[in-house]
């Protein structure tokens, strides 16, 4: 199972384009890169998808080299709001069901 | 409806109770999870259900019990339990198809307090 590495926490002020990196180096051919969201108290919530180059939303952008050794999570012009911990997972692609774990999360935290 | 519903919110038992959670979702999913959370901590996974049947089990104690009555509802069966597994109990659902990408849908959990 792909093993994923985050830094434990960022702070960044309002305003700002936040850049979260996450490394998976044994990610396998057909796992896809997912990111959650999670506010204290409640279940993480769904960000974004992706499996190789980028993927766009209308929350974030997820940035996935050719390596797929690694990808970044950019959240333009954060708010308050976003002050969460956000985690990188994969896995996926297998069916039926994934054994999905997750690393420790990359605690962001907005500053006014 | 997108939605995974987790009952009860807030679960207060003693050591010497036994009480369920319970967890549903209508979006037609076949694989469904459960995850403990302590805090500051990631979820740990627990159980995982794909089509009704447990396929995975991540060595949990007996104390704890899972059932998938049907495809929509999962359940968690809670009997003497220990203070330490007080805790965040999150559901989760996933397509379980072909077609699964490994997208979760978390329910918003259910806060376990053991006394």
């Known amino acids: 199972l792909a093993k994923t590495t985050q830094p434990i926490s960022m702070d960044s002020y309002e305003g700002q384009e936040v850049n979260i990196t996450c490394s998976h180096n044994?990610?396998?051919?057909?796992?896809?890169i997912t990111w959650y969201q999670q506010f204290p108290s409640q279940g993480p919530r769904f960000i974004i998808q992706?499996?190789?180059t980028k993927v766009t939303n209308e929350v974030a952008s997820l940035f996935i080299p050719a390596d797929r050794k690694s990808s970044t999570l950019s959240l333009p012009r954060v708010s308050l709001s976003d002050t969460a911990v956000y985690y990188c997972?994969?896995?996926?692609?297998?069916?039926?069901?994934?054994?999905?774990?997750f690393g420790t999360g990359t605690k962001l935290q907005v500053i006014p | 409806d997108t939605e995974v519903t987790q009952t009860p919110k807030h679960l207060v038992m003693g050591m010497t109770n036994k009480k369920s959670l319970k967890c549903e979702q209508h979006?037609?999913?076949?694989?469904m999870y459960w995850y403990k959370q302590k805090a500051k901590k990631p979820p740990e996974l627990m159980f995982v259900?794909?089509?009704?049947?447990?396929?995975i089990n991540e060595s949990v104690p007996s104390r704890f019990s899972p059932e998938c009555p049907n495809s929509s509802l999962l359940n968690l069966h809670l009997h003497a339990l220990q203070p330490e597994d007080s805790a965040l109990y999150l559901c989760?659902?996933?397509?379980?198809?072909?077609?699964?990408?490994?997208?979760?849908?978390f329910g918003e959990g259910s806060r376990l307090t053991v006394l």
């Open positions: 997972l994969v896995g996926g692609g297998s069916g039926g069901y994934q054994k999905v774990t």
């Open positions: 989760a659902s996933s397509r379980g198809l072909a077609e699964d990408t490994g997208e979760l849908f």
């Open positions: 044994n990610i396998a051919t057909n796992d896809y």
């Open positions: 979006m037609g999913h076949r694989a």
């Open positions: 992706g499996y190789k």
């Open positions: 259900y794909s089509y009704e049947k447990l396929s």
